[in-house]
């Protein structure tokens, strides 16, 4: 029953991780989004993605307890977050220039002041 209880836990702190992947990267990694989701996204959604870039990315305390509760290494955790924002970079500006669909930073600075206030 113990075991049972951690394995739960461990992918309930994975699935955190895995969320972040795909906040950080907008889903465009995963399946095939329709282009008004992923290539039109929402300023709460660019807001997202910037928050969950730099969780992933900054390396903070938070980040690294999350990684041993998941029981990863938060270096290897990391750099996987790296390529696959790398990755999804590529798409997203290939997208931008084949189909004029370029996203707008002023959506997500619009959307992070509504939600402070």
């Known amino acids: 029953m113990h075991t049972t209880a951690v394995r739960g836990e461990v992918a309930l702190w994975r699935a955190v991780i895995d969320q972040a992947m795909t906040d950080a990267t907008l889903?465009?990694?995963?399946?095939?989004?329709?282009?008004?989701?992923?290539?039109?996204?929402?300023?709460?959604?660019?807001?997202?993605?910037?928050?969950?870039?730099?969780?992933?990315?900054?390396?903070?305390?938070?980040?690294?307890?999350?990684?041993?509760?998941?029981?990863?290494?938060?270096?290897?955790?990391?750099?996987?977050?790296?390529?696959?924002?790398?990755?999804?970079?590529?798409?997203w500006a290939f997208a931008a220039r084949s189909r004029g669909a370029v996203p707008s930073r002023k959506r997500a600075a619009a959307a992070e002041i509504a939600l402070a206030a």
Request: aromatic letters at 6%.
């Open 27 to 91: 889903g465009l990694l995963k399946g095939k989004p329709g282009r008004r989701t992923a290539f039109r996204p929402s300023a709460e959604r660019m807001l997202h993605k910037d928050r969950a870039r730099a969780w992933l990315l900054d390396m903070g305390h938070e980040f690294q307890e999350v990684c041993d509760m998941a029981q990863l290494d938060a270096e290897a955790v990391q750099a996987a977050a790296r390529r696959q924002i790398d990755q999804a970079d590529f798409l």
